[in-house]
Nanobody, 121 residues
Framework: QVQLVESGGGLVQAGGSLTLSCEVS????????MGWYRQAPGKQRELVAS???????NYADPVKGRFTISRDNAKNTVYLRMNSLKPEDTAVYYC???????????????WGQGTQVTVSS
């Protein structure tokens, strides 16, 4: 059974840093687009950053210059390095990945279980 396993959330003071990790567990042919989303209480889930298999990145405006997304294709893992954290970054962070199961295609979009990031002022 394929799962996205997240780690790295926690409590940090404003100005601090955290790194989130998300690893694909189970057999896949390859991971294509991978990304991180977040959902704060009372708000909709929003894209934070995404990265293609070729390492092309895209960031939401609020995190540009502070967050860095990266991936290790050999490990089917995506990372989110978060620097200069602000209280408004507090949210549950979710990993998302478009997974392919064979060379001819066929796959689906998967979500991680979510990890809480809390930034205190």
């Amino acid at each position: 059974q394929v799962q996205l396993v997240e780690s790295g959330g926690g409590l940090v003071q404003a100005g601090g840093s955290l790194t989130l990790s998300c690893e694909v567990s189970g057999y896949i042919f390859r991971a294509n687009l991978m990304g991180w989303y977040r959902q704060a209480p009372g708000k909709q889930r929003e894209l934070v950053a995404s990265i293609t298999r070729g390492a092309r990145t895209n960031y939401a405006d609020p995190v540009k210059g502070r967050f860095t997304i990266s991936r290790d294709n050999a490990k089917n893992t995506v990372y989110l390095r978060m620097n200069s954290l602000k209280p408004e970054d507090t949210a549950v962070y979710y990993c998302n990945a478009d997974l392919q199961f064979s060379v001819t295609g066929g796959g689906n979009s998967y979500w991680g279980q979510g990890t809480q990031v809390t930034v205190s002022s």
